[in-house]
């Protein structure tokens, strides 16, 4: 293989390990209760996150029933609001 081509080859391999892309993710998480007065006591809403970049999509869905429908929009608007993929990918 010419220089040239390894040296290319080197910093694109130096380039893959220092930056990571999210293409897909899917996520299913809790939240804790936050004593949120709409809420039951002890209620946890368990939430699920689909990502798909080249889709352009990023939806949260809360999957806990118990949880009135004017609450589970002020989650959900939150949440899109405040969670950026890109920082998720570097937890």
Known sequence: M????RI???????EMEEKRHVNK???VFDLSDC???GLPEGTLGRVMFSYDQRKGLKEFKI???EIPEQ???GIILWLE???????TEKR
Request: aromatic share 0%; net charge positive.
């Open 8 to 14: 290319l080859k080197l910093k694109m391999e130096k």
């Open 71 to 73: 609450i589970r929009t």
């Open 25 to 27: 993710l899917l996520s």
């Open 81 to 87: 609001n405040n969670v950026d993929v890109c920082n």
């Open 63 to 65: 999957l806990t029933r």
């Open 35 to 37: 004593g949120n007065p």
């Open 2 to 5: 010419p220089l040239g081509d």
